[in-house]
């Protein structure tokens, strides 16, 4: 039972970064007037997802073009953006 604890403390920041999208698009999700409001922060978490996914796409093709690696640096998290 131990590991769970340990699990959900460590995924805690990006379970609350998840909230965060949700209320960086709620312009997005608010159109939707969905009935159950559980919709609404999905679709705004999954628009922050689909930009960040964008966003690390053009990052790769500019370093791809520009010969350098792709490869991850140790310690960088390439998730790390500021909302």
Do not use: W
């Given at each position: ?37 559980l ?11 689909e ?33």
């Amino acid at each position: 039972m131990g590991g769970n604890r340990r699990r959900r403390r460590r995924d805690q920041p990006r379970f609350d970064r998840l909230f965060e999208y949700a209320r960086a698009h709620t312009d997005a999700s608010g159109l939707l007037n969905h009935q159950n409001p559980l919709l609404p922060a999905l679709l705004s978490i999954d628009l922050e997802q689909e930009a960040r996914l964008d966003d690390h796409e053009e990052l790769e093709t500019t370093i791809k073009s520009e010969g350098g690696s792709t490869e991850r640096q140790p310690g960088h998290d390439p998730n790390d953006r500021e909302v």
